[in-house]
């Protein structure tokens, strides 16, 4: 299954040198076991090409990073690309119009919408101090109604009288206008549901829809209904136009696909999901741990995001190694004015050093600018790996040599050599005092 993902992956770039960029034909090759993955989740098939066309686009010629194989780091951009897909932030309900706001509740009958109606009428009471008041617009049901009126007691919300014999757009207006008088914030209005799409549930909804003039129209859309789900989203984003996704039964045992589905398809943000039948089992929407759920390899990411940090560890490491032995040569330096270009200044290393003095810092970083990094690195490639690892050789004839090899003037030259002695200085002092400088499970 599913949960091999990786391994797949791995056997696939097994074949490619560690630390090169992604070759197509690799990525092509990742990306058939990314769409099997994908549609064991549940995701449309659309969705599916669509998402993998623009990964591939993606990953081919990506410089994979140290401390990840190739097969992670391809999991790590189809999960970034997942993410993003899935909406990066998230999006809350908008309440943002003139009291009473309606909220129309659009969906499948046993989609979730009436027990999802009162979940979200209990969160605006408990955790935005709104008045709601719930409607149902289910005249073909009684129990319908009687199921909200019930959840409204159970919750302290109020819901609006039950009157025999009205239509839907007659109930949905009088809702507005008893909310106006009765000085409510928000009005949720459960409409009913079918067990298919049908045109005449449509134009019901239409009408309500037109008469009320929404500020959420909330498609409510159970997420284990996988592939069908997506005809049903299109139906209604196309008919009635939403603004945002309910995705209930996200505590069952699926993998969350139809959310990816969800929002390719209605372009709309999943708003709330919904994660067991009691009234507080109601979530904000997290597209990372869903896109780990869809690709169900959380580790894998996890892992790639943490070897970022795994890189700083092992180069702080090094350091405190040699700082315990009082070196610093031109190797180190080297090494570590190619971290600064790479890690974005001297400020972030020596924030990783321990035991640095905020003055030290400010003076090395204000000595430290692009230019300045590359003409410093040519003045050390052009040394010989004796002078590098002993810059004590360094006499007057060398300088010369040195200098002139990389362009730079005698004057430039010393000026390194004192931020080389300089920081040997530091090293040495720090290593001294070294225990306890932070990083304490890292000291040999
Ligand atoms: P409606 O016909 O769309 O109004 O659906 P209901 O709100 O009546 O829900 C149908 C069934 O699904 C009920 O038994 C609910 O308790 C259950 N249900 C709704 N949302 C969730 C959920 O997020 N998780 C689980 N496990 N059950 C849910």
Redesign the pocket.
Known sequence: MFDSLSDKLGGIFDKLKRQGALKESHVNEAMREVRVALLEADVALPVVKDFIASVTKRAVGQEVMKSVSPGQMVVKIVNDHLVEMLGSETVSISLAAAAPVPIL?V?????????????IAKRLTEKENKKVMMASL?VYRPA?ME?LKILGEQIGVATLPIIDGQMPVDIAKRAMTAAKLQGFDVVML?TA?RLHIDQSLMGEVVGVRNAVNPHETLL?V??LTGQDAVNVAQQFSDQIGITGVV??????DGRGGAALSMRAVTGQPIKL??????LE??EEFHPERVASRILGMGDVVSLVEKAAETIEAEEAEVMIKKMKKGQFDFEDLRSQLRQMKKLGGMSSILGMLPGLGKAQKQMASANINDNLLKRQEAMINSMTPQERSNPKLLNASRKKRIAAGSGVSVQDLNKLIKMQKQMATMMKKMGKGGRGMGMPGQLP
């Open positions: 509740m969906g499948l009958q046993g989609s979730g919408k009436t027990t999802s109606a009162a979940k289910d319908a199921q459960d549901g409510v159970d997420s995705l209930t039964r996200m505590d069952g999901v919904g994660v067991g039948e009691k089992d109601m």
